[in-house]
């Protein structure tokens, strides 16, 4: 489905944060759905909200958007409550499934949309175009493939121009081409002030795409940060350098590193610190082609959800 809401008032550039979430519990019956969230997002900022099944994100969306309470905490959306930023046209969400009508074409789509909003006939190929779907205007929307369809729900929940877009696994049914398409309009939205919010199983497109990741676990935040910072806090990075007559033992004691591996002249030191165990071998030893690699976010993933036994939704 594709919700959205009247046109209302800019907030694009207030130094008030796009989101504020501030100690939120929620609660259905015996059952702790999100479990003491506090969280600020600045307009402008590309967030990745990730986590198992389950684990609290879908209910964290709901409250955003109003349609759910929550039983502890204050959410805010620039600096409103979620109902009210609704009913101003700061918000618009789009959801993976549902909410379109299969006997109109796409452009008949988005032009009831139009009007809906109060737009103008322009607003609705504009849409079309930042949507990558305007050469298929004609088409009838039960005839377009999953990806086209997700594009769609995109155009639609442009029209109002919200200042915050929260999205549920909106690169669904695209390909490869389809989805860089999609994220570079995504980017050049945010890099006008636009927040976006977005769920995905996709973890390349968080760790490529967003300004911010925040893993989910069983109601509560268990990590807030850039994609390295992230996979840097879940693993670690590895150095490999290339250094002659290296004792495993002794680089472990001198550089602090958590695993060290010697590979005839490439050593593979393991470690929190890579800058510090970089800048001894550096400057303490006669190391050369040094590299630092971190883990990729699917692996950071799975170490910070080792308890939740579902996949990622």
């Known amino acids: 489905m594709t919700l ?9 550039g207030t130094a008030e944060p796009a989101v504020d979430l501030d100690g939120v519990v929620k609660r259905f019956g015996a059952v702790t759905a999100v479990d ?3 969280l600020k997002i600045r307009p402008g900022e590309v967030v990745a909200l990730l986590g198992p099944n389950g684990a609290g994100k879908t209910t964290t969306v709901d409250m955003l958007l109003g349609l759910a309470q929550p039983s502890a905490g204050t959410v805010q959306v620039y600096g409103r409550k979620p109902h009210d930023a609704v009913a101003l046209g700061l918000v618009s969400a789009v959801m993976q499934t549902g909410g379109l009508l299969k006997d109109y074409t796409v452009e008949e789509t988005v032009r009831l949309t139009a009007v809906l909003f109060g737009k103008p006939q322009s607003a609705v190929g504009e849409a079309l175009e930042r949507a990558g779907i305007a050469d298929i205007g004609k088409r009838m929307v039960g005839k377009c493939s999953g990806g086209q369809q997700q594009r769609l729900r995109f155009a639609m929940a442009l029209l109002p121009d919200p200042e915050l877009l929260i999205l549920d696994e909106p690169t669904t049914g695209m390909d490869v081409g389809g989805r860089h398409d999609f994220w570079s309009a995504i980017r050049r939205d945010a890099q006008g002030g636009r927040t976006v919010i977005f769920a995905t199983h996709y973890l390349e497109e968080a760790d490529a795409y967003a300004d911010r990741v925040v893993f ?15 996979k840097a806090l879940a693993s670690g990075r590895t150095v490999r350098a290339t250094l002659a007559g290296a004792a495993e033992a002794d680089l472990r004691e001198r550089t602090g590193a958590e695993k060290v591996e010697v590979r005839g002249d490439t050593v593979y030191l393991h470690g929190r610190d890579t800058d510090a165990i970089a800048r001894y071998l550096l400057n303490e030893t006669g190391a050369r082609d040094l590299e630092i690699t971190s883990r990729n976010l699917e692996e950071a993933f799975l170490a910070l959800t080792a308890d939740d036994s579902e996949p990622a939704q």
């Open 216 to 230: 989910v676990r069983r109601g509560r935040i268990v990590a807030d940060g850039t994609a390295a910072e992230v």
């Open 36 to 38: 003491g969230i506090s």
């Open 4 to 12: 959205t809401a009247s046109p209302g008032t800019a907030a694009r």
